[in-house]
């Protein structure tokens, strides 16, 4: 006896919804496309995976020789090194900086899916982010012995690795969302995403400690979101002195705010992504 199925209906979300659950219910698709993206990314290339940890070290060198040596910086991390001190900020820096090169061109880039076939369209800008997360697995795993080669112990507050993580992910992901739908859009933001990446890479306490900033200003300072992600992964890896509260509540703030904010925008702007693109 032959049968029927179903036809399945596909609908316009209702208006309050962002689609998390639909979201959900396909993240097995988010690791498919970040797994594309980290084999494209490093096909044919003779360090492969290996760039992963490259980029950060090669970052942390110019830091540790322009910065550290003629700025004098390199007396304001303690007892850390400054070169580690530099390499350990870089690792949740280049998971945002991926969030937001390339995540913000992703549904570009994936026009082709787009136009073709049905799914959360936020799995595309959110694919990056995981991509980055792989790279930062790949760094992080060379991490703990590079501090034991220079002296410095490890202490519990590893533990605390996944919460900084968490929020790297989470600020990577608010500004790929928001900045992915707006691309598509204004093409023009794209062309200056390289000269953000590069003022937002100076405003935030990669190659300095944010000590630095007057006490005063510290609240001020945490509302760039990537500041307080930065001091409170610094503070899980050393251990040392407890990153200033100002800049990290005020960074988590903004974190769910931008997080929030990018979710709804990219679900305003969804239904005309088949057209502008």
Known sequence: MRTTREPTVIARRRRWSLGLFELWR??????FLAVRDVKVRYKQTVFGVGWAVLQPALGMAVFALVIGRLAGLD????????PLYAFVALLPWQLFARGLTEGSTSLITNRNLITKVYFPRAAIPLAPVAAAVI?????FGVLVPAML???VQPGGSLLLVPVALAGACAVAAAVSLCLSAVVTVLKDVRHTLPLVSQLWLFLSPVAYP???VPERWHAVYGL???????ELFRWAVFADAP???PIVASSAIVT???LGGGLLLFHRLEPRFADTV
């Open 135 to 139: 790279d930062f697995a790949c760094a």
């Open 224 to 230: 760039n979101p990537m500041a307080g992600v930065i």
């Open 210 to 212: 944010a000590v630095i």
């Open 256 to 258: 769910v705010l931008a």
């Open 243 to 245: 990153p200033s509260f």
């Open 26 to 31: 396909h993240r097995e698709l988010v690791w």
């Open 149 to 151: 080669l220079m002296g």
């Open 75 to 82: 007396h304001t991390t303690g007892s850390v090194p400054y």
